[in-house]
């Protein structure tokens, strides 16, 4: 990104970084903030502000290597010039807060630094080993994928438009977009670009979702008029898609630990015309009374997120290694527990966000090796790499007794 030397952009810059590193923000959510903040910035400032801070979630092991120091927020101006001082086509700004910078010294300590290939990829320590451990030479491949800005996806809500349609309406609002084929209902955006904006999604013509993410509903199989349960359901992205393929007919009931999220699914699911979709809050007996119920299941279930660090370039920094083994255990229990909500001769997806083969076909092969009274139909892995989207993986598993 080339520099605007505005202080006030490199303010809102710092700022914001203060907030996703010392304060525990989403960077999403702040980037958010602050561009809806000041609002006298024009396109090409909210770009710069948007990507740098992006860049910097993405670089930050590899910019701590540049400055041979940590990051902390006495260090917060530094980071950010160290990182343009990278570039030895960028001129920084003759400001006090630049002074002791030295391109020549970043670029030598970078050099060195650079030789560990955790720092040269910027991930900590710990994700790196574990990466390698478990997916072996694929991992340097999914690293350098997810290093990469995340394209925006958008899906088109058939309940209320087309691709054409949508693509043209947008076309004429000079958002220019690109089929992928390969993807039923997606639109990919060739430029970022505010498109919460725009009379189509206010209108419920499209959500934004990952070409990835894409995958899953139809990947259950679902027909006008079943019963079917979104078990995790959050605030719904998935529901929507399931409601769009099931043409608004027979009945789907998402679920979920928390209602704020619930609450947000009944907002999107007005605005996309989605009329047969019923929220439930998760109690402690709501899965028992609910055994047996369904032609389909979804678990989309939480997980480490480790194959959408191109989108949450936080959380490689915001990720424990407890993390990993609490939620190994709760996908374990969700499997083990909601797929009792299927009839015999039903279905059910369960899905991750995740390239860990751990959470991924080992869960799916230990809850097949438990329960018996279940069979695999097919299970896929999307890797960033070789889609250049999100890392999905899904696995489709019929009840046979
Ligand atoms: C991957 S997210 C779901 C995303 C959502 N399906 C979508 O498409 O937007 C996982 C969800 O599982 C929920 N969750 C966590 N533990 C759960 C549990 N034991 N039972 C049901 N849902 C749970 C989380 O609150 C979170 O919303």
Known sequence: MKILPYKNLFVGVTDTLQQIFFEGKYADKEVERTLKSNKQWGARDRAFIAETVYDLVRWKRLVEGAMSRPLSPDTIWEFVGTWFALDPEQTLPKWEEFQKIYPKEVLKRHHNSSKNVAVAESYPDWMFELGEKSLGNRWLDEVHAMNSQAPTVLRVNSLKTDRKTLQKALKERRIKTK???????????????NIFRTDEFQNGWFEVQDAGSQLIAPYLRVQPGMRVVDACAGAGGKTLHLAALMENKGQIIAMDLYDWKLKELKRRAKRNNVQNVQTKVIEVKTIKRMENSADRLLIDAPCSGMGVLKRNPDAKWKLRPEFIDEILATQEKILADYSK???????????????????????????????PNYKMVSDKMHYPSQTNYDGFYMALIERIS
């Open 341 to 371: 909500i299927i009839k015999v001769g039903g279905m059910m997806v369960y899905a991750t966000c995740s390239i860990l083969p751990q959470e991924n076909e080992q869960q799916v092969e230990k809850f097949l090796k438990n329960h």
């Open 179 to 193: 089929v992928l084929s390969k993807y039923q209902d997606a639109l990919e955006l060739e430029e970022k670009t």
